[in-house]
Every structure is written in C-alpha cells, then in structure tokens.
C-alpha cells in the first residue's frame, strides 16, 4: 500500500507541485520571520557591546517614575560636584562627565534630516573616546560642531561649510570642524546621526543647565571588576543616584531591542498564520479533487482487498509527503527571505548596522516542519475519510455521486459565524487579544461553511453578466456546477480580502471620527504642532513663542499645553500643563460633572471623566503625583471635565509642576480668531514666529486632519502589503482548482473541440469561469470585512470611534483587482486547456 501511495505521488508531479505550493509560501513566511529576528537580536547585542565597550560603570540621576522610555530626556542632570565624588573612589582609573540629548540637523533643502529609527544625537566632544577624526579637528568654539561620517554622508556636509541643528533651542548655525567615525572603518555605531559641540555648549542646547552632566563614564583600575567598582560608586553617591556596569548597560539595550523585535516577530508569525489559514483550503480543495480524480483508482484497490484504514493512510501518507518536501522547500526560501529582509534592514539604516551572521535557529527549523507537514494533514484529513467511504463496485461502474445534503454545513456554518462575531465583539471592548483572534477564526470557519448554500445563486448572477456568448455560458455553468469546490477556492480569496477590507473599514471609521470631532468639537482656527519622532524636544517649542502667537493682531484667544508622563496614586498617566484653562474649555467646548473649569492654583489638579474613573477619584478628592523631575505632591481635585473624544483620560496640573516635567516645552498650541478675521491671513502672519523650527507647522483645522489621517494611511498599506501573501496564496488555490478541474475534464474538453469549439473559445471559458470564482471571493470577502469593520467600530466607541466610514471606492477597486486577478489566474489553465490533443482528450478515462 505504501509502494502504491508513493509510486502514485511521483506519477503526478504536477498534483505533488501545485498542493505543496502554498504550504511552501506560509512555511517561507514564518521560517524567514525567525531567521530575520534572529539575525537582527544577534546584530543588536554586537552593536550594544560595541557602544559600552569603553564603559566600566555608568552614573545617572536615578528615574523618580520606573519603566521610563530610556531614551526620552534624563530625570535629572548630574553637577561638577557629583563628578569630584566619582573621581574620588578607591578603583577609579577615569571618569568622565556625559552631556548627551537630542540634535536634530537640517538639510539643504530645509528640512529636518531623518533616520529609520537610529536616535540623532547631540554629544559633548571628548578626546580618547571611540570617536576618530577623519578630517579636519574637534570643535574648539561654541560655534564649531564636529559630526559622524555618516551624517556628513547623509546631508552632504564637509569641513568648513554650515550646519543648522535643532535642540532645546531653536534653529542655530555651527561651522563643520571635523568629520569623525568609529573603530572598524564605521561612520556610525548603528546609522545614528551624531553632532558633537564643545561641552558648554553641548551642556546649554542639549541639558538647557550650564555645567550640568546627563551622566559619568567611568573607567576602572586594572584588576578592579565592573560589579564591584559599581558598588563602591553606589555606596559613595547613595539611593538617588543610578549606577549601573558597562555590561549591564548592554544587555539591558539589547534587551529593549530584543522585546521589540519579539513583538515584531509575533506581527510577521500572525500574517504567517493567516497565510498558512488560507493555505488549508487550498490543500482542502486540492486533496478533494484529487480524490474524486483517482475514484477508480481507489475503489480498486478497495476491491483488492484495502480496508477503510488503509485508503485513510495512503491520503495521509501523500499529505505527509507533500508537507515534508514543502516544509524543506519552504524553510531553505525562509532563510534565503529573512537574510534578505536583514540585509534590507541595513542597507534602509544607511547600512551602519553591522549584520552578526546570517544562522538557522532551531525554533525556525522545528516550526517549520510542524507547521507544513501538520497543516497539510490536517487539511488532507477530511478527503481521506471521503476517500475510505468510497464504494468499491459503485466506483468500478463509475456511478456518479449525488451532491450530499448540505443542512447540516450550514447549521453548523451559521452557528460558529454567530459565535464569532460575538466573540470579536466583547475581544474589542474588553480588549482580550485571544477572544478577537477566536472570533476571527470562528468567524471565517463559518462563513466558509456558509458559502456552499449561497455559491450557485451569487455565481449564476456573477456568471450572467460574463455570458454574452456561448464559452461565456458554459463558464459560468462550470463555476457552479460543484458549489463545493467553489465555495472553498472563493473562501480561501475571502480571508485576506475580508481582513484587508475590515481594516480598511476601521481606520476610515477612524479617519472620519477625527474629522467629525475636528469640525464639532475644537473650534480652534488654527492648531501648532510639531512633528514629532520620540526624541526628546522635536517638535516642541518654548513658551514665549505662544506669547508671539497671542500678540499677533486678530488672534481672539490661544493655549498650549506640556505634557509628560506622570504618577497618580502610583498608577501611570498621561500629565498635561495647559497654559489658559479657560481658554481651552472654549476651544474645546469642555463642561465639568464636577468644580469649576478655571486656570489650576497651587495644590489642585483636574481629571476628565475616563482617569476620574479609572483612578476612582471625584472633585474634592487628594490624590499624590509624581513628575519625571519633581517630588511627589499632594493634590486636592478641582474638577472632572465631562467625557469627551477631545480630553480623554488626562491629569492637568498647576503651571508650576512644568519644573517637574522632562522638557519644560509646549507640545502643541491652539488658536482661535477673531470674529471677521481671515483666517489664511492670520496663519501667515504666525507662521515667521516658527520659522526658526522646520519641525514646527501651523495649520488650519482641516489640514491637521488630514495629517492625522495620512498617518492611518500608511498603517492601511503596511497592512495590506502584508497581507498581500495570504491574497497570492488565494490566487494560487484558483490556479490549482483550474488546472485540476481541466485534468478532471480532459475528456469533455476534448468533446467540445471535436464539435467545433475553437482554442480561444476554451481559454474564453475557462477565463470566465476564473474571473467568476474571483469576484465570488471578493464579494465574500468585502461582506464579511465590512461585518468585521463594523462590529470592531461599534465595540471600539468608547475609545474615540463616533462615526462609521465605509471606503466605498476603495472597496470598488478591491473588486475590480479581483476579477483581474480571475484573468491572471486562467493564463495557465486556459492555455493547457486549448492545447489538448482532442483525439488523445476524447479517448482519456
């Protein structure tokens, strides 16, 4: 039996190719994921034993809020005196003071020079440091910066020309002293974009405190360890200072990044498994042609004497083959894929990381072998079992087998839809990721078993408009002819079309929340803001800017608010100084459930409705607050503003508390005219008063909404690119069940050549008959992702979703590529099929 399992495999090598496709595509996708993560993990432990290979221990202010951004600006600045204390302990060979922050240069073209996730850096410059000038010399003057090679190669900058850098301060120009690099021919540590002043003036633009320190490398004494000159250090600074080894400063970077990059390896395993989800119909479909191709063949060996066990392992036997060879195939293209991506991730950051390797982990080995060759039995499973009911005498007489009811599909279809979607319901408002990942699966499994009962009457409809001649007619009546085989080939397109539509439906159910909300509610004419990247500073601006802004004749009233991250009863907020309280409870149209909205005095704080709840305080209530900077304050409640999508889930506090905050800055501003007022006018008229700060833009209500709904635009294609292999492997699965159905119907095909039907009549037909499996799918999924949209923004409410958005035109070109897709997908099938030989077709069993 085994001999006649793997002789028949090998006998039909285009069967063997087209079922193992797409198991090598979604075993290629969660293979390449491990091989690029790993490789990157490696990459970045490399680059962080890099940085603090000078570094024995390092001294900071120790945070006052734990779990702060590590790169975000420091709790506090280190003195003179500070450094004397460190440079007086037993075991101390050097130590140095630190002034690091944040630098944003400016390129020739004005605009703020960008990375792809490397910090641009601000240093104070230090000789004998892993810095090696390259050209030119140090920075001597205020006025003079030395920067990295890299930098110098990004903006084009050479020795003696101007650079313009942003900081704590605005805009100022410096002269190119020297261009620096790193040991090992680098021109940066990890494509970072590195300026280097002299240290009073790294001090005032990056800390804003002249003489301040942001930390101290030490260097010790040989035969002193790292642990233990740590913990004299300590004993001599005491609890409020933070010191740390050079190695554990390493691991914990490369642990940073190693969390993010486990994350990101979840995202890309999660579209693995939706590829791999589709995956299953298309080996589903497959092996079910299969079986009713090799009927006879099967029923003879029944006759032979084959028990129902025997005809179960030799399909599973094929299934374990075929998953075998593609989990091989698909896991050497998964390491070909992820070396790929990883070489692409470094030639993206300027090619400054320096790739560890390229290696095989074992969990990509393991995984996918499970996964290909467990997919494929388990999608092969339910055939085999057909396969083992086949009636020996029945199948020798060839004797057709009716269509089996399909009540009990769609029961079952129609329960496990309900309790997906109700599933995904309560995942949404609880927030649950499990139940929203099983009620997706729940939801798709039953739409799928749905899709039989619906497939002949939405094909026949389909097919009508696609039948204006007699290959036309015929086309639409093969697509309809087994509702089965239909109904999986269009499932399998339904999943990424339905997943890609949801999306679609969600954010621009957000897109125009944001514009409902921008129009009702803020009646600000004009909003200021920055463009913000994480590092500490960009996009923000000092507060006699806003003094300029309210100066400026026409503006009716203005605010701007800081905001950092604070402690509230212990719990993490989000903290906000707003400069005129009054001033934003008219532009935002703000009431109190309790107090009165008013400018804060000391000791009061106010919460909106979400953090009163969440913290469970009301007005009148005491509640203690912790800043990045300050010390930990007792505050009365002053007022709950009611629930709103514009305030949501704040902690304003006195003007005061700004000294507690990282970054003394204002984040953003709003403007309001005056009555009569031009408001294109008076946006002239503010906008010299940010010309120093390329980062900073003022903009009218309806510009600012777009801006913030072209950053969901670009979450949508990341998305669907993403998904795009899920959607090929659903092209793919209509390629396979037209080939195998031309296979199927050698003989009819050759009948209706031998009366008269032309070549590029039989491609016509089978175009029509893909294109109508095609649009099928893609109506499916366009219904069911609309569902799922709808469902997700209903549940999502409460968290700023006031308004439904269905992207209709977008969904019309998601139809309109899939009966495309249909056209594509015949080129094959159609071609084999016209090249029949019709005697050798007629005469085919």
Known sequence: MLKATLKSVLARKLRLVLSGLA??????????????????????????????????????????????????????????????AVRSVDGVRTAVGDVTGSARPIGENGKVLTTTGAPRLGTAWRDGGQEQLREGRAPQRDDEVAISAYLARTGGFTVGEPISVLTLEPKRTFTVS???????????????????????????????????????????DDGVSQTVLRDRVQARLGDSHQVKTGEQLAKESADRIGEGLEFFNYVLLGFAG?????????????FSIIVAQRTRELALLRAMGASRKQMIASVVTEAVVIGLIASVVGLAAGIGVGALLAELFSTFGGGSLHLAGIAVPASAVISSFAVGIVVTVLAALLPAVRASRIPPVAALREAATPDRPLTRLTVAGAALTLAGGGALALGFTDGTLWLVMTGLLASFVGVALLTPVISRPVVSAIGKLLAWSVPGTLGRRNSARNPRRTAITAAALMVGIALITGVSVVLTSATTSITKVADTQIKADLIISGETTGAPGSGTFTPDRLDRVLATPGVESAFGWYHDTVLVNGQRGFGAVVTDVPAMRGIFGLDATGGTVADLAEGQIGLDEVAAGALGLRQGDTATVQTTKGEQRTYAVAFVLAKTTVVTDAVFLPRSAVDGFA????????????????VTALRHDIEPVFADNPEVSVQDLSSYARQQAAQLDTVLLMIQVLLALAVLIAVLGVINTLALSVIERTRELGLLRAIGMRRAQVMRMITVESVVISVFGALLGLVVGTALGVVAVRALEDQGFTDLGVPWARLGSYLLIAAGVGVVAAILPAVRAARLNVLRAVAHE
Not at 274 to 286: E, K, R, Y
């Open 274 to 286: 939706i590829a791999l989800f589709v995956g299953v119909f298309i080996i589903l479909n497959t």
């Open 178 to 220: 020297g261009i620096f690099g790193y040991p090992g021919n680098r021109d940066s540590l990890g494509g970072e974009l590195t300026t280097a002043f002299t240290e009073p003036a790294a001090q005032r633009l990056l800390l804003g405190t002249p003489g301040a320190y942001s930390g101290i490398t030490v260097r010790a």
């Open 663 to 678: 970054l003394a800055q204002l984040n953003s501003a709003f403007v309001k005219a005056g009555p009569g007022v031009d």
């Open 23 to 84: 198991v090598v595509l979604g075993v290629m996708f969660v293979a390449g994921s491990f091989v690029l993560t790993d490789t990157l993990d490696r990459s970045f432990k490399d680059l962080f034993t890099t940085v603090y290979s000078d570094v024995d221990v390092h001294v900071a202010v120790k945070p006052r809020i734990e779990g702060d951004d590590p790169d975000a600006a420091p709790a506090g600045t280190l003195t003179a005196a500070d450094l004397d």
